[in-house]
């Protein structure tokens, strides 16, 4: 099976509940992604409104199976429009982050899903509840940058 990056040991109870996100430590803030990789798909903006367009198309980087990065602490260096998601950037990307992500849930006062793994207690719930594109991506190295448009997902993230 997959290998889960995430180390969840040390966490305080319930933390996403009881404290501010910008308050949140480092391993807190880490243990906070949900795993979907959603935020890794090749995105598509539309230069006269802005809006957002996400494809099933995964960032090099991304490992299809895992639905993580393949390479998360040179991430920046090797993928030219890689956003780090912090403290700092968390506000502006809220926009377009997918609505399942859990930065964005506790952002907006939300709670985590059942399938979050810091609720299920299991990494692979969420691909189990068909929250991530597991097993529907395609690699950015299959598809010509010509035919992005054709991968554009008509569901909502
Ligand atoms: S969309 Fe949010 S929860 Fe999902 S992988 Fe990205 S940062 Fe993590
Ligand atoms: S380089 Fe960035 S966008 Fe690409 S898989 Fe890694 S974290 Fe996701």
């Keep these: 099976m997959t290998r889960d990056p ?16 910008d308050s949140l430590p480092r391993n807190e803030w880490e243990a906070l992604c949900d795993g ?5 798909l090749i995105k598509l903006e539309d230069e ?12 090099r980087l ?3 199976g895992t ?9 920046r260096q090797l993928v030219a429009g890689c956003v780090t998601l912090d403290r700092d950037t968390i506000e502006g990307a809220l926009e377009w982050m997918p609505r399942t992500c859990a930065y964005r849930l506790v952002a907006e006062g939300r709670d985590l ?5 810091l609720i299920s207690g ?9 929250v991530s594109l597991r097993g529907r991506m395609v690699a950015e190295y299959d598809v010509d940058e010509d035919d992005w448009e054709e991968f554009v997902i008509e569901e909502q993230v």
């Design 122 to 130: 299991d990494p692979e719930s969420v691909h189990r509840a068909g």
């Design 48 to 59: 006269d409104s802005g809006a957002v367009a996400y494809t099933r198309i995964a960032c």
């Design 67 to 75: 639905c993580r990065c393949g390479n998360y602490p040179l991430r």
């Design 6 to 21: 995430i180390d969840r040991t040390g966490l305080r109870p319930e933390f996403w509940r009881r404290y501010p996100l």
């Design 36 to 40: 979907c990789g959603k935020c890794c």
């Design 113 to 117: 899903e059942p399938w979050h793994p």
């Design 62 to 64: 991304l490992d299809l």
